[in-house]
Each structure stands twice: as C-alpha cells, then as structure tokens.
C-alpha cells in the first residue's frame, strides 16, 4: 500500500527556516517523480519543488520561480524520505504543504508541478508563518 507521510510543519516567524520532510512506503522510491505542492486557503494548489532520479547517484531538481533561493528539495534514498528546506519564509508562504508522487523516470521541465500529473498524496503539513 502506497503511503506518503509529511511531517516538520509549524509556525515560524518572518525570516525563519522549516525543514519538512516526507517518507514515502509502499513503492521504489527512485521510479518515481517526487514533488512538493502547497494550498493556501482560497487559493489553487500549485508545486513548490519537483525532483526525480536521473541515475548515477544524480537527481533532477524543479523549482517554483516564486521560491526559488528559498527552498532546496533533497533525497535520502536508503530512507526513502524526500524533505523540503524552506528559508527566508514570509506570510505568503502560509499554507498546508503536501507532498506527492507519480510513477516517472522524469518529473518533465514544464509538468512538473501540474498537480493532476501526480496520483499519490500525502495528507499534508501546515505551515505558518506571522509576521
């Protein structure tokens, strides 16, 4: 059985960091494109950061423009836990935070975070952040 699990969520000040992380069960982790998505309230979901394996020990990363500098996507393979290091956050970073997998060899340049790409979720993590 499929499971995503995402944890490291919390509320944070202006300027703070949040590592959140997300163990994956249930399939080979490297078959897959792995991805970060964030909803705030009243707004669509859209993908923070995309990553996939490209062999030799070499990931592919995506980034939001809006994020980019802000977070970093990383790999722990052997735990089959994918995290998500935010800096810098702001109040528009606010939102639940999911993570989100799909059977790929390659997330895609431009498809990466198209959210009806994805057909396995987490249950989400919020974050806040006050100003």
């Known amino acids: 059985q499929v499971q995503l699990v995402e944890s490291g969520g919390g509320s944070v000040q202006a300027g703070g960091s949040l590592r959140l992380s997300c163990t994956a069960s249930?399939?080979?982790?490297?078959?897959?494109?792995m991805a970060w998505f964030r909803q705030a309230p009243g707004k669509e979901r859209e993908g923070v950061a995309g990553?996939?394996?490209?062999?030799?020990?070499?990931?592919?990363?995506y980034y939001a423009s809006s994020m980019k500098g802000r977070v970093t996507i990383s790999q722990d393979s052997a735990e089959n836990t994918v995290y998500l290091e935010m800096t810098s956050l702001e109040p528009e970073d606010t939102a639940v935070y999911y993570c989100?997998?799909?059977?790929?060899?390659?997330?895609?340049?431009?498809?990466?975070?198209?959210?009806?790409?994805?057909?396995?979720w987490g249950k989400g993590t919020q974050v806040t952040v006050s100003s």
């Open positions: 249930g399939f080979t982790f490297s078959d897959h494109c």
């Open positions: 990553s996939y394996y490209g062999g030799v020990n070499a990931w592919t990363r």
């Open positions: 989100a997998a799909v059977l790929s060899r390659d997330c895609g340049r431009l498809t990466w975070d198209d959210a009806k790409k994805y057909n396995y």
